[in-house]
């Protein structure tokens, strides 16, 4: 499994946008790059995979330039409620990579 | 809903003691997963069944960690003679078929004092 390395913490406040770049230099060319959101006392959740260039969903958009040895999450507009743990995982998804290796994620704290 | 469902939500049991974790997958899906979750840290990954049959337990960090689905729906983890270090959030996720995004429950915090 790729390594990633991602911010520890980063503050926001509602209504901006905030940014998460992961760190995957060693990814391998069948990698995919997923995202899952994790809320105190709930079990992560996904948010967006992604394999190259740009992907966009209801609730945010996954950045993978040409190299493919960085990904930016992108949340647009964050409100208090988007305070969670964001992890970013490297992966052979979606065929066969079931072990997902999350590591210690970056806290987003939104503040009003 | 119709999400992963984990019973108990707290567990306190004494050190030594045997404890059992119960998870109820999303109806029809095949795969099964158990994680670990320490304080601070992501989740690591245990063991995977597919249907009933467990296709990996590489995860389980010793011997009194055992996990069975015997019927392909409903999974136990179990621990024998609890010890301190097995204090951590248990999450328990499944998928309709391997390499699909992961569905998870919240969870049960085991507490061993």
């Known amino acids: 499994l790729a390594k990633t390395t991602q911010p520890i913490s980063m503050d926001s406040y509602e209504g901006q946008e905030v940014n998460i770049t992961c760190s995957h230099n060693n990814i391998a060319t069948n990698d995919y790059i997923t995202w899952y959101q994790q809320f105190p006392s709930q079990g992560p959740r996904f948010i967006i995979q992604?394999?190259?260039t740009k992907v966009t969903n209801e609730v945010a958009s996954l950045f993978i330039p040409a190299d493919r040895k960085s990904s930016t999450l992108s949340l647009p507009r964050v409100s208090l409620s988007d305070t969670a743990v964001y992890y970013c995982?490297?992966?052979?998804?979606?065929?066969?990579?079931?072990?997902?290796?999350f590591g210690a994620g970056t806290t987003v704290t939104v503040r009003a | 809903g119709a999400g992963v469902s984990q019973s108990p939500r707290y567990k306190v049991a004494k050190r030594g003691q045997d404890v059992a974790l119960r998870c109820d997958p999303i109806s029809g899906h095949v795969s099964l997963f158990w994680y670990q979750q320490a304080l601070g840290q992501g989740p690591e990954f245990l063991t995977y069944?597919?249907?009933?049959?467990?296709?990996?337990k590489s995860g389980l960090p010793s011997d009194r960690f055992f996990a069975e689905r015997p019927e392909g729906s409903v999974s136990t983890l179990k621990i024998q003679r609890t010890q301190q270090e097995d204090s951590a959030v248990y999450l328990c996720a499944s998928s309709p078929i391997e390499g699909q995004p992961q569905h998870f429950g919240d969870g049960t915090r085991l507490s061993i004092l």
């Open positions: 992604g394999y190259k």
């Open positions: 069944f597919q249907n009933e049959a467990q296709l990996d």
């Open positions: 995982l490297v992966g052979d998804a979606p065929s066969n990579d079931y072990k997902l290796s």
